[in-house]
């Protein structure tokens, strides 16, 4: 019974470079979620898939961040030329079911740090 | 837009306390959810609220939703170390496509 994975744990990128964070879901869950979490403060939502289509990218901060789920299941959140404001956790949820209204698991995140 | 706000924003308490913790908006919710998130992990569920006026118990933790569903609160008996955390409430945006967080309360406790 594994849960939610998110691969690396920790990124540091200097200001500029491309980054790409992976997420691997609970198996069979419908939604993944990414969300971005700054210090001592709640996630802030950046997308949503159910299954293999992104339903929802309201949250993208800008046109650098990019996410895919080609085969619903895996997926990577991208960003392009990363800023200092980038700098935060991302966070991958995964829910059972289509929608954000119920139970998310998350996994631990990736802390990237860009200087 | 929707909003949840949280307060205390942080709480330093003794072991053995009790306390409180307030979940707020001008918006209703169809629901609410509470986690606890421990530092180097993600947040954890533990309890979601639907009906206005709902009380829910998990041991020493006491979860109420407001009649009107605009509002929520925890209520920790007896605070132990181990209940140390951020605690986040959470509700889904009206596109019920994600849960819009509140910024927390992080909550110290100290034997």
């Known amino acids: 019974g594994a849960g939610v994975s998110q691969s690396p744990r920790y990124k540091v990128a200097k200001r500029g470079q491309d980054v790409a964070l992976r997420c691997d879901p609970i198996?069979?869950?419908?939604?993944l979620f990414w969300y971005q979490q700054a210090l001592g403060q709640g996630p802030e939502f950046l997308t949503y898939f159910q299954n293999e289509a992104q339903l929802d990218k309201s949250g993208l901060p800008s046109d650098r961040f990019f996410a895919e789920r080609p085969e619903g299941s895996v997926s990577t959140l991208k960003i392009q030329r990363t800023q200092q404001e980038d700098s935060a956790v991302y966070l991958c949820?995964?829910?059972?079911?289509?929608?954000?209204?119920?139970?998310?698991?998350f996994g631990p995140g990736t802390r990237l740090t860009v200087l | 837009t929707q909003l949840l706000e949280q307060s205390p924003q942080f709480l330093s308490i003794q072991e053995g306390e009790n306390l409180t913790v307030y979940c707020n908006s001008s918006?209703?919710?169809?629901?609410l959810q509470w986690y606890r998130q421990e530092p180097g992990e993600g947040p954890v569920l533990l309890v979601t609220?639907?009906?206005?006026?709902e009380v829910k118990k998990l041991k020493r933790l006491t979860f109420q939703f407001g009649d009107a569903r605009k509002d929520s609160s925890l209520h920790i008996t007896a605070a132990q170390p181990g209940d140390t955390g951020l605690y986040l409430c959470a509700g889904p945006n009206q596109a019920g496509t994600a849960l819009i967080f509140g910024k927390g309360t992080t909550l110290s406790v100290s034997s």
């Open positions: 918006s209703v919710f169809s629901s």
């Open positions: 609220v639907v009906t206005g006026g």
């Open positions: 949820a995964s829910s059972l079911v289509a929608g954000g209204r119920y139970e998310q698991f």
């Open positions: 198996s069979g869950h419908v939604s």
